[in-house]
């Protein structure tokens, strides 16, 4: 009989590619995950990884069982999830991840929903922008909120995208700048020549801002990479400089800023929640992603709100 824990266990290490990196995934120590998988290699009848001196990799044999154990997980996750369903009450812990701006902008809302809930706790954590959909497929949280800047990110066989909202570039500026009037239109070629602040390059809001100026000839290079939004803002509202900013990012409350939406159809992307497609029934799980719905929605009204007037 094959045990359901060493099956996570060798899923976890065909996804971490070493025992070391599983072991510090998990909590275990190298020694520890070793045993286990030369257990399941008993279990199994065959052996699951060839090892050298200083690595291990999948067998043709542990590949195909990995795929196996993958389909028997989330059938056991969708039954957990069923029998949880026809008791109707969520219980126990919720594990949802979001990027730094979204963690900041629902954290208040869910709170204050879900601790009617009061079988059900919520642990809220931060990963960076792209790591979200695979910490959710790896089974380390239950929902994840990303940010999508190129619209790719779809349902699969394992897991489900549900939209929430849009999320554009708005111009931050120092609120005493002369561009805080919104009487003055704003010319991307002008803007262009002022004391520009970003993330550091690679960082997809940087690259987003690279997007919005290609029109114009580009961006000057940018003489002050800062890492965090919200360093940013406090930076624009000290006077340093001004930025383009995803209007999220304006959820956390910096004052002495003034915002100003650009011309057109300015670059931006969407927020999404993802969840396993196995977990989606079980009540905590359900009752949380409701509640992300709802605070999504009143997000996006007070952002519109932000991005039409000073701050």
């Given at each position: 009989m094959l ?5 996570t266990?060798?899923c ?10 599983t072991a510090?995934?998990l ?8 045993q286990?998988?030369?257990?399941l290699e008993?279990e199994?009848?065959t052996?699951?990884?060839d ?5 291990a ?7 195909r ?6 389909r028997i997980l ?11 369903a026809q ?11 979001a990027?730094?701006?979204a963690?900041v ?17 919520l ?6 922008s792209?790591r979200?959909?695979?910490?959710v ?19 699969s066989?394992?897991t ?9 570039l ?9 561009l ?11 803007l262009r ?9 690679g960082e ?5 801002v690279?997007?919005?100026?290609v ?7 940018t003489p002050w990479e800062f ?16 930025a383009?900013v995803?209007?999220l990012?304006l959820?956390?409350?910096?004052r002495g800023?003034a915002?100003?939406?650009?011309p ?17 029934h ?7 992603l409701r509640?992300?719905h709802?605070a ?6 007070d952002?519109?709100q932000?991005?039409?007037?000073e701050?």
């Open positions: 045990d359901l824990r060493r099956l266990l060798i976890e290490f065909a996804r971490r590619g070493s025992i070391a990196a510090t995934a909590g275990y120590s190298p020694s520890a995950v070793s286990q998988l030369v257990a008993r199994a009848g052996a699951l990884l090892r050298t001196a200083r690595s990799e999948l067998t043709d044999a542990g590949r069982l990995v795929a196996h154990a993958e989330a059938m056991v996750e969708e039954a957990e999830s069923d029998l949880s008791a109707g009450t969520p219980a126990g812990r919720v594990v949802l991840t990027f730094p701006t963690a902008a629902f954290a208040p809302a869910l709170a204050r929903t879900l601790r009617r809930h009061t079988e059900l706790s642990r809220l954590g931060q990963s960076r792209g979200g959909m695979r910490e497929q790896a089974g380390e949280v239950d929902i994840a909120l990303i940010d999508d800047w190129y619209g790719r990110a779809r349902d066989d394992s489900r995208v549900f939209p929430l909202l849009h999320d554009p708005v111009l931050v500026v120092p609120r005493k700048h002369r805080a009037d919104p009487d003055i239109p704003l010319d991307l070629a002008e020549d002022e004391p520009w602040m970003a993330t550091p390059d997809p809001s940087r690259l987003a690279d997007r919005l100026f029109d114009v000839g580009g961006t000057k290079p890492e965090g939004l919200g360093t940013i803002l406090s930076l624009v509202a000290k006077g340093i400089g001004i383009a995803p209007s990012a959820a956390a409350g910096v800023i915002v100003r939406s650009f057109g159809d300015p670059v931006g992307r969407d927020v999404h929640a993802v969840a396993r497609t196995s977990s989606v079980r009540p905590s799980v359900s009752v949380t509640a992300i709802v999504a929605r009143y997000i996006a009204a952002l519109e932000l991005r039409l007037a701050r």
